[in-house]
């Protein structure tokens, strides 16, 4: 993915994830749907410079990034090198899929960047990477993108059609969606508190 190496060479921060008020939102509200306040290991494919990352690695007491750029994995890696349980990659989807167990994936804005084939080999193999119990949240912007293959609404629609998963919350503005699936037997948040 030549196009993605070329935008983060180009910006340190290609899409203003740290400077605009819509991205700081967009990851807050993301953050606010998991269900849960900590996760064992945390998966974002796509992570490009680490700002949602660096809010999941709080969450989570191992974090796994993936990107397809090499300039978004050095920037990401010099946001959070400091932490000793995250791990950042720089990874091809669907060239290299994940094998380890997740109990959060994060797919957030790639899912247009990929073919028809290549989103149905991504979903099938982020749910097999997906622990029964686990979560999986996505978030995409929902106009035409000029580079991408389908709209964030199409893509939310193929991964109801092929995650499996029970749809347990979403939230859907003019500008982007997020939805969030949950594994078997995951339950009411207040009730699995202790009081």
Do not use: N
């Amino acid at each position: 993915m030549a196009h993605f190496e070329r935008l983060h060479v180009d910006s340190a921060d290609p899409w203003g994830c740290d400077t605009r008020w819509y991205e700081a939102r967009k990851r807050a509200l993301t953050l606010a749907l998991l269900p849960r306040e900590r996760y064992h290991h945390g998966f974002e494919p796509g992570c490009s410079v680490g700002a949602l990352s660096a809010e999941l690695a709080q969450r989570c007491d191992i974090f796994t990034g993936w990107d397809a750029s090499a300039s978004a994995v050095a920037s990401a890696r010099k946001r959070l090198g400091h932490l000793d349980h995250v791990r950042f990659e720089r990874r091809e989807l669907p060239t290299t899929l994940p094998v380890a167990a997740f109990d959060l994936i994060v797919f957030s804005e790639i899912g247009y960047y990929l073919d028809e084939a290549a989103l149905a080999t991504t979903v099938q193999a982020l749910r097999c990477a997906l622990r029964p119990t686990g979560d999986f949240i996505a978030c995409h912007w929902r106009p035409p993108l000029a580079d991408g293959y389908r709209s964030g609404d199409a893509v939310h629609q193929r991964l109801h059609e092929h995650l499996g998963l029970a749809a347990r919350s979403s939230l859907v503005e003019p500008d982007f969606r997020i939805e969030l699936w949950s594994g078997e037997a995951s339950g009411s948040v207040p009730a699995g508190e202790s009081r």
